[in-house]
């Protein structure tokens, strides 16, 4: 190597490192800094909010914001498996709002002294944002023949779930996947403990939330998937889907539930949390939930949306006494403490 | 690849050891990576670069560079006088101490995220005490920064404390006699000789933060344009299915860690010889 003056050896990486710090920090230098930093509502979603809240829901409060008090209103927001979300709140995130995908997270909110008991119950339809059945995505022109929950129970069905752990999506499949047993034959929960055995053992693949088995499923990974209908509808809408969907006979309504968390909020910031809290329920804002392929918690408001499916026979989680008991009964009575026993011992 | 053994000479006959060497390495390690630049770029280089630019992006770049700028320099300070002292000094607790602070290189990065949130998070054992003080470190950049302090400590010490061992006493001893107190001798005698080290120690301590994931998913909350990082973005996209926006920001990543071991290569070799 060519001798060099000894200061000049480390010129190009100190230039380089130097103009990565300029670049780094350049937002937060006093000279390119706005002047004042808009107000901010943290928003905590379970994974498949992501898109619609993004593209449409925070924008058109923005512009609301803006048309009503003139001032520019900013989101900070996460997206994750609702359990995980769930966590994360309890270990103390500054989530103001959460969304969550079931009430029984909410629950676990309130047993851990972040909100006060029920206090979602009193937004508007109880604290229910939007819905979405269950369906199971198959791969085009459903090679397997695959049209309902027991279906899936065939030998050589590879399943891609949700981690009922970390995902509030799974637990709604769980209960999807019992009651379209329980529900239909005169079996009762036998018949419901079938259908979940069956699946259950075809389980190849668990992901940390609805999204992220989506994702799995979308790279090519097993035949079915159970999931929420807005993943597979919104995917579809975008060319993305490389699926069919099936419709079950009977399935599961999920229902999203809205968390205000209010130890979180500052006392300046009440009537703007207030404000996008009353937003979401607005005509506006369930619209747009509808385009993106949730059903809105105002069933009118769906024809607008024709990729829905038909589902002969829907049931919702009040059917087995709401998210308390069906935790207690059917996802930890029967599918932990039965199905995945007998499956693990096998 | 063909031009490889030809450019070993006096290793006349490395066609086949090579050979193997690079198919074990092309889908262990080359392929992987090749992907990564082939999907960046699939949508062509228009749509690269508006995914690059998207706000998030650009703050989970910049925050991740940030990030890493600050643990480079904390650690530096820290990780030499560390070095320094144990090098420098014999004490009882020496041996256990310099086990100590190698450890955190064996502690799986998920435990250090678990473990700074049971002390600083708001049911930690001293985050409860803060928490009432408005005093919340975890979920925020410091938790970030707390995360990989912890995780690259080991780095800066790895690469500064061979060179101070080396030292010849005899400077230093030069140095004291002429009447030099400790702080003199160290900035005018051991520094000097230091600098490869430190450069090396912080390059390796800001590559290492740049790419921290396991315990910076747990100890940063990942809000999107507030604590969240690139790798963690790149998770994040990923997991969303939005594959064109998790690898521009991958890609990116990976070209920095290019440069930052080029330039290491480079300062290494060139310093041997």
């Given at each position: 190597m060519e001798p060099r003056h000894p200061r000049r050896r480390g010129l190009v990486p100190a230039i380089f490192l130097a103009a990565l710090l300029g670049y780094a920090a350049w937002p937060w230098l006093p000279f390119t800094r706005a002047e004042t930093t808009p107000p901010t509502i943290v928003f905590y979603g379970f994974s498949i909010l992501a898109d619609v809240c993004q593209e449409a829901i925070f924008p058109a409060f923005q512009k609301l914001w803006a048309a009503e008090r003139g001032g520019r209103v900013e989101f900070a927001s996460s997206f994750g498996g609702s359990g995980t979300v769930t966590n994360q709140v309890i270990m103390?995130?500054?989530?103001?709002v959460a969304l969550l995908s079931l009430e029984s997270d909410a629950d676990r909110l309130a047993d851990a002294g972040?909100?006060?008991?029920?206090?979602?119950?009193?937004?508007?339809?109880?604290?229910?944002v939007n819905l979405t059945p269950f369906v199971i995505l198959v791969r085009p022109g459903n090679p397997l023949g695959i049209?309902?929950?027991?279906?899936?129970?065939?030998?050589?069905v590879r399943i891609v779930h949700p981690d009922p752990m970390t995902s509030g999506g799974a637990s709604w499949a769980i209960v999807a996947e019992y009651g379209s047993g329980a529900r239909g034959a005169p079996g009762g929960e036998a018949a419901g403990e079938k259908v979940l055995a069956g699946v259950w053992r075809n389980v190849v693949a668990q992901a940390a939330s609805a999204r992220a088995a989506r994702t799995q499923f979308e790279n090519g990974f097993g035949d079915a998937l159970v999931t929420y209908e807005q993943e597979a509808i919104y995917d579809r809408s975008r060319g993305r889907l490389a699926a069919d969907i099936a419709y079950p006979q009977r399935t599961i309504l999920s229902e999203h539930t809205l968390v205000v968390i209010?130890?979180?909020?500052?006392p300046a910031e009440r009537a703007l949390v207030a404000r996008f809290v009353e937003f979401l329920w607005s005509d506006e804002a369930q619209r747009l939930f509808v385009q993106y392929g949730f059903r809105s918690?105002?069933?009118?408001?769906?024809?607008?949306?024709?990729a829905f499916g038909t589902i002969a026979s829907p049931f919702r989680i009040a059917d087995f006494g709401g998210w308390q008991r069906a935790r207690r009964d059917?996802?930890?009575?029967?599918?932990?403490?039965?199905v995945m026993k007998e499956l693990g011992a096998r | 690849m063909s031009a490889v053994p030809a450019a070993?000479?006096?290793?006349?006959?490395?066609t086949v050891p090579v050979g193997i060497v690079l198919l074990v390495l092309l889908p262990l390690i080359l392929m992987p990576l090749a992907a990564v630049f082939v999907f960046a770029f699939r949508g062509g280089a228009a749509d690269f670069v508006k995914v690059l630019t998207s706000r998030e992006a650009q703050f989970a770049l910049r925050f991740s560079l940030l990030i890493a700028f600050a643990t480079a320099a904390v650690n530096a300070v820290l990780g030499t006088y560390t070095a320094y002292v144990l090098s420098r000094y014999r004490f009882r607790g020496e041996r256990p101490l310099g086990i100590l602070v190698n450890l955190p290189v064996a502690i799986p990065t998920v435990v250090v995220g678990t473990s700074l949130l049971l002390l600083w998070?708001?049911?930690g054992l001293l985050g409860r005490f803060l928490e009432p003080l408005?005093?919340?470190?975890?979920?925020a950049p410091l938790g970030v920064l707390l995360a990989h302090l912890f995780v690259t400590f080991p780095y800066m010490l790895g690469a500064v404390k061979p060179v101070l061992d080396e030292i010849e006493g005899t400077y230093e001893e030069a140095a004291y006699t002429i009447g030099a107190n400790r702080w003199q001798a160290f900035r005018w005698v051991i520094l000097p000789a230091l600098r490869g080290g430190l450069f090396t120690g912080a390059l390796l301590t800001f590559a290492h933060s740049l790419g921290e994931f396991g315990a910076t998913v747990l100890v940063s909350?990942?809000?999107?344009?507030?604590?969240?990082?690139a790798p963690l973005y790149i998770f994040a996209q990923f997991e969303a299915g939005n594959v064109a926006a998790a690898n521009a920001v991958a890609a990116v990543l990976a070209a920095l860690s290019f440069l930052i071991f080029f330039f290491l290569l480079r300062y290494t070799t060139r310093k041997g010889r």
């Open positions: 103390g995130v500054p989530a103001q972040v909100v006060p008991h029920d206090s979602w119950k009193r937004l508007p339809n109880a604290g229910v049209r309902d929950f027991e279906d899936l129970g065939k030998p050589g209010d130890r979180n909020v500052r918690a105002r069933p009118e408001l769906d024809a607008a949306n024709p059917i996802v930890d009575g029967i599918w932990k403490d039965r | 070993a000479p006096p290793k006349a006959r490395a998070g708001p049911i408005g005093i919340q470190p975890m979920f909350g990942n809000l999107r344009l507030k604590t969240q990082t």
